[in-house]
T-cell receptor, first 108, second 115 residues
Framework: DQQVKQNSPSLSVQEGRISILNCDYT??????FLWYKKYPAEGPTFLIS?????DKNEDGRFTVFLNKSAKHLSLHIVPSQPGDSAVYFC???????FGTGTSLTVIP | DTGVSQNPRHKITKRGQNVTFRCDPI?????LYWYRQTLGQGPEFLTY????????KSRLLSDRFSAERPKGSFSTLEIQRTEQGDSAMYLC?????????????FGNGTRLTVT
């Protein structure tokens, strides 16, 4: 049972443009979400989080939006940089459920 | 902050053998998690500890898998009678409790290959 879904396995974006990564969840009881970034041969690293009391959280070039009615969150990266090329995972607040990841490639 | 350390980085074993992995979390972190990750998938939760207490185990964790954290510091994950389907990356992560949802700090994982 996939509690958190990332339906786009990969995404390619030109440098300087916006990257939008999506995540859907099934259980409306989830009230906190995190995004992690993973480079090859390394463990995931925390990127940004959002609580359900907010619909937006921003940290520099990274913004996460939460649409509770749609059970959907998205990560926006703007402007995208080649160093952002990585696999991005969304996760629930209890850290028990991770999405399958979206591999982002930022083309110079 | 020396980070989360996992050993070994790679393990190749024959089917039916037992293997044990070690995780050393960030020293002040009292929560420790184990995950399994296969190609094209996200980290799959296996179990987690708060201090030495194992508080949650995934129902996917068969009885061939056991984890310990005897003194609330390092942890070991043992797989008995390994099967080819156990081949995966095993990730350990740690965090502080206190805050409702503390981000995890992951190690670089142990890659298990069962032949």
């Amino acid at each position: 049972d996939q509690q958190v879904k990332q339906n786009s396995p990969s995404l390619s974006v030109q440098e300087g443009r916006i990257s939008i990564l999506n995540c859907d969840y099934t259980n409306s009881m989830f009230d906190y979400f995190l995004w992690y970034k993973k480079y090859p041969a390394e463990g995931p690293t925390f990127l940004i989080s959002i609580s359900s009391i907010k619909d937006k959280n921003e940290d520099g070039r990274f913004t996460v939006f939460l649409n509770k009615s749609a059970k959907h969150l998205s990560l926006h990266i703007v402007p995208s940089q080649p160093g952002d090329s990585a696999v991005y995972f969304c996760a629930t607040g209890n850290q028990f459920y991770f999405g399958t990841g979206t591999s982002l490639t930022v083309i110079p | 902050d020396t980070g989360v350390s996992q050993n070994p980085r790679h393990k190749i074993t024959k089917r039916g053998q037992n293997v044990t992995f070690r995780c050393d979390p960030i020293s002040e972190h009292n929560r420790l998690y184990w995950y399994r990750q296969t190609l094209g998938q996200g980290p799959e939760f296996l179990t987690y500890f708060q201090n030495e207490a194992q508080l949650e185990k995934s129902r996917l964790l068969s009885d061939r898998f056991s984890a310990e954290r005897p003194k609330g510091s390092f942890s070991t994950l043992e797989i008995q009678r390994t099967e080819q389907g156990d081949s995966a990356m095993y990730l350990c992560a740690s965090s502080l409790s206190g805050a409702s949802f503390s981000p995890l700090h992951f190690g670089n994982g142990t890659r298990l290959t069962v032949t």
